[in-house]
């Protein structure tokens, strides 16, 4: 009975290596490095699981079954700690893209709204299939939901590289901008002063100078 305990004991270590992952993920891609009660509570009720399947151990049907509630709690934390952290990934990449306009992205970025956007959006569907077609205790269903997850953390992390990137663009773009703004006021300052000015000056003193020449010769 103890090398059967112990075999399905070490047929859980994968699974809850993967749901480990996602839950230290979740709190680590978080700013304020908060912990999340909901999959706290559920590998919580796995370890309580994890004991009565230890005190039932010689009792194979009832071990069986708690090993398969262990399963399923499991599953629910890391299926909870990968639905917030869906979220948070989808707030996240729209909230660093806000602040620049299109044209900063597309010059910086040129493969966003033909690549990333859409590959963004593919993977989001691909993860709300996997919220409602999810099997709390399936490692295979666990693995595809934390595989698109991964992906957009690829995307984000990738982005996360581009900021730098695109803030300079933008600030070296706004200087050109704000230096063009200048040149084009002072040529128009110039434009009135020509025309307010010096325009009706010249005209003046052309004026004289012709009166001055016909005085000439008709004397």
């Not at 079954?65 to 952290?85: P, S, V």
């Not at 806000?98 to 044209?103: A, G, I, L, N």
């Not at 033909?114 to 989001?124: A, G, N, Y």
């Not at 698109?148 to 200087?175: A, G, H, T, W, Y």
């Amino acid at each position: 009975m103890d090398e059967i305990f112990y075999a399905k004991l070490k047929d859980l270590l994968p699974f809850y290596e993967k749901v480990r992952a996602a839950i230290i993920t979740l709190e680590t891609f978080s700013e304020k490095q908060e912990m999340y009660i909901a999959p706290i509570n559920e590998m919580r009720n796995a370890l309580d699981h994890l004991f009565k399947a230890i005190k039932s151990s010689d009792d194979l049907r009832t071990c069986e079954n708690e090993f398969q509630q262990i399963k399923e709690h499991m599953g629910r934390a890391g299926h909870d700690a990968l639905d917030l952290l869906s979220a948070n990934l989808g707030i996240a990449v729209n909230e660093k893209l806000d602040s620049f306009d299109v044209d900063t992205i597309v010059t910086v970025l040129p493969e966003y709204y033909t690549k990333i956007k859409p590959k963004i959006t593919e993977l989001r569907k691909n993860t709300a299939k996997s919220r409602i077609e999810r099997n709390m205790g399936s490692d295979k269903y666990f693995s595809a939901y934390l595989g698109n997850i991964e992906q957009i953390m690829e995307i984000n992390n990738m982005i996360d590289m581009r900021i730098p990137s695109l803030i300079e663009f933008r600030e070296k773009r706004d200087k050109e901008k704000q230096e063009q703004e200048k040149a084009e006021l002072k040529k128009k300052k110039n434009e009135r002063l020509w025309q307010y000015f010096i325009g009706p000056i010249i005209g003046f003193v052309s004026a004289a100078i012709i009166a001055l020449l016909a005085w000439f010769l008709t004397n």
